[in-house]
């Protein structure tokens, strides 16, 4: 995908906890933007598990992505719902993310491929007595993994203003409580929004009930957001996933390395260093996939250069060991990956038996996978007080915290601030198979 393309699209998810409206929200997008068939608006009309709204579009709107026969019969989300729609500025990838701490993994799931976060927080939900005001478990949470997890715009959505006549005062008090929680756990830039999905105020028209609001609309705020990837600005970062080989005559014998480009670009005759062996090599050819058949009969496929987001096998001068798992990067890379046993990092930990010191467990990191032990967990964050516990030895169910691994054998590794893509992994109970955590590294240490 190129940069105008990735620019041009949209990635975001809706977060935010139970019954704070997020269905309601895309049901709207979808309704407002006219996203919606004809068809689609007289089934759910007709459906069993329709519920009264005062919407204007005279069904429920969260039925729209409540797809589940429990979603509806519940009037929960449970897995993550993707929508789309488009207008004539952008096309949109929206993910619907369940509320209910128990689904915080799919949160994770749904985050981990957005590039931007809606936040809605429950205007009737939010503890005003208190200075500042105190806002739900879940919502810190969210904000704290939607942080966590690096995506790049951040808007909260303030729901449900119209059961407060649009009161400028409770906006304000409920914006003060929201950046005393963006300021702690460290949300560099955040927008604000007053809306009502319901009745659609500020999502894809200004309200007249907000004069005192002089801010974009939720759907002119997404529509100006600039999306392009940093990874394209990063150096080369190709995760080598398969070696294909085709023995033949000495001039036809084929040895090529598939995978995807996570970051920066590669061309013929560029000089590339195999990591974590060291050795450095000479491409000859690279051809991209996902091409028709009749392009790759014709030897189409072939080019002379691949950048971020393409898959490609590509081919080298010389014969050295490579085998999946290897990262190629640029031989002139000045901060080329660190090559660690010992790494840090940030746990959102998603399964429901707790973190052990003595399991081990399965590190994979791109496409390359090792064992790894815990060897300390330093810190984990207090979800309502936002402060960190230290002398912790366990980390339970949707629990964020910071852990010290001893690796079984070295990664090549970027911190997740450098790149989210070489920066990330999760963590596999070897006993069962499960992923059993989301990991941002924060620290590799050379060996």
Same mark, same amino acid.
Request: proline share 3%; charged share 25%; aromatic share 6%.
């Given at each position: 995908?190129?940069t105008?393309?990735?620019q041009?699209v949209?990635?975001f998810?809706?977060?935010?906890?139970?019954?704070d409206?997020k269905s309601t929200l @895309?049901?709207?997008l979808?309704?407002?933007?006219?996203?919606?068939l004809?068809?689609?608006l007289e089934?759910l009309s007709k459906?069993?598990h329709a519920r009264?709204?005062?919407s204007?579009?005279?069904?429920?709107?969260?039925?729209?992505?409540?797809g589940?026969?429990a979603?509806r019969e519940?009037?929960?989300?449970i897995?993550?719902?993707?929508?789309?729609f488009?207008t004539?500025k952008?096309k949109?990838?929206v993910?619907?993310a369940p509320g209910h701490?128990?689904?915080?993994r799919?949160?994770?799931?749904?985050a981990s491929q957005s590039? &931007?976060?809606v936040?809605l &927080?429950?205007?009737?939900?939010v503890?005003?007595?208190?200075?500042?005001?105190?806002?739900?478990?879940?919502?810190?949470r969210?904000?704290?993994i939607v942080h966590?997890?690096g995506?790049?715009?951040?808007v909260?959505?303030?729901?449900?203003?119209?059961?407060?006549?649009f009161?400028?005062?409770v906006?304000n008090?409920?914006?003060a409580s929201?950046e005393?929680?963006?300021?702690?756990?460290?949300?560099?830039?955040r927008?604000?929004?007053?809306?009502?999905?319901?009745?659609g105020?500020n999502v894809?028209?200004?309200s007249?009930?907000?004069?005192?609001?002089?801010g974009?609309t939720l759907l002119?705020?997404?529509?100006?957001?600039d999306?392009?990837p940093e990874s394209e600005?990063?150096?080369?970062?190709?995760?080598?996933?398969?070696?294909?080989?085709q023995?033949?005559?000495?001039?036809?014998d084929?040895?090529g390395?598939?995978?995807?480009?996570e970051s920066?670009? @590669?061309?013929?005759?560029?000089k590339?260093?195999v990591?974590p062996?060291g050795?450095e090599?000479?491409?000859?050819e690279?051809?991209?996939?996902?091409r028709?058949?009749?392009?790759?009969?014709?030897?189409?496929?072939?080019?002379?250069?691949a950048e971020?987001g393409q898959?490609?096998?590509?081919?080298?001068?010389?014969?050295?060991?490579?085998?999946?798992?290897?990262?190629f990067v640029s031989?002139?890379?000045?901060k080329p990956?660190?090559?660690s046993?010992?790494?840090s $990092?940030?746990?959102c930990?998603?399964?429901s038996?707790p973190l052990?010191?003595?399991?081990k467990?399965?590190?994979? #990191?791109t496409t390359?996978?090792?064992?790894a032990k815990v060897?300390?967990?330093?810190?984990v964050?207090?979800?309502?007080t936002l402060s960190?516990?230290?002398?912790?030895?366990?980390?339970s *169910?949707?629990?964020?915290?910071r852990?010290?691994f001893?690796?079984?054998?070295?990664?090549?590794?970027?911190?997740?601030?450098?790149?989210?893509?070489t920066?990330?992994?999760?963590l596999i109970?070897e006993a069962?198979n #499960? *992923?059993? $955590?989301?990991?941002?590294i924060?620290?590799?240490?050379?060996?």
């Amino acid at each position: 995908m190129t940069t105008n393309q990735h620019q041009n699209v949209v990635r975001f998810i809706t977060a935010g906890s139970v019954d704070d409206g997020k269905s309601t929200l @895309i049901g709207r997008l979808l309704y407002d933007t006219k996203s919606i068939l004809v068809d689609q608006l007289e089934s759910l009309s007709k459906t069993k598990h329709a519920r009264v709204t005062s919407s204007d579009a005279g069904v429920d709107l969260a039925l729209l992505t409540d797809g589940l026969e429990a979603e509806r019969e519940q009037g929960i989300t449970i897995d993550v719902a993707y929508r789309y729609f488009s207008t004539p500025k952008r096309k949109f990838i929206v993910a619907d993310a369940p509320g209910h701490e128990q689904y915080t993994r799919n949160l994770v799931t749904g985050a981990s491929q957005s590039d &931007v976060a809606v936040i809605l &927080v429950d205007a009737t939900r939010v503890d005003l007595s208190t200075t500042p005001a105190t806002l739900l478990a879940q919502t810190k949470r969210h904000a704290a993994i939607v942080h966590l997890l690096g995506l790049r715009h951040v808007v909260f959505a303030i729901n449900k203003m119209d059961l407060f006549d649009f009161d400028e005062k409770v906006y304000n008090t409920i914006k003060a409580s929201i950046e005393d929680l963006t300021q702690k756990i460290g949300l560099p830039k955040r927008t604000l929004i007053p809306i009502s999905a319901l009745l659609g105020a500020n999502v894809v028209t200004a309200s007249k009930n907000t004069p005192w609001y002089q801010g974009p609309t939720l759907l002119e705020w997404l529509e100006s957001l600039d999306t392009s990837p940093e990874s394209e600005k990063l150096a080369l970062r190709f995760p080598v996933q398969y070696v294909a080989r085709q023995d033949g005559s000495a001039s036809d014998d084929f040895r090529g390395y598939l995978g995807e480009i996570e970051s920066g670009s @590669i061309r013929k005759g560029q000089k590339i260093k195999v990591l974590p062996g060291g050795s450095e090599a000479t491409v000859t050819e690279i051809y991209l996939g996902n091409r028709s058949n009749r392009e790759q009969t014709n030897g189409s496929n072939a080019v002379e250069s691949a950048e971020t987001g393409q898959a490609v096998a590509i081919q080298l001068a010389e014969d050295i060991d490579v085998s999946r798992g290897c990262l190629f990067v640029s031989a002139d890379d000045a901060k080329p990956p660190v090559l660690s046993k010992q790494i840090s $990092a940030d746990l959102c930990w998603l399964d429901s038996e707790p973190l052990s010191l003595a399991r081990k467990y399965a590190l994979r #990191h791109t496409t390359n996978t090792v064992g790894a032990k815990v060897k300390n967990i330093q810190q984990v964050l207090d979800v309502q007080t936002l402060s960190q516990a230290s002398d912790v030895h366990a980390l339970s *169910t949707n629990e964020i915290g910071r852990v010290d691994f001893i690796l079984q054998k070295p990664i090549a590794a970027d911190s997740f601030d450098q790149s989210q893509k070489t920066g990330a992994f999760i963590l596999i109970d070897e006993a069962t198979n #499960h *992923t059993v $955590a989301a990991g941002m590294i924060r620290e590799a240490i050379a060996q």
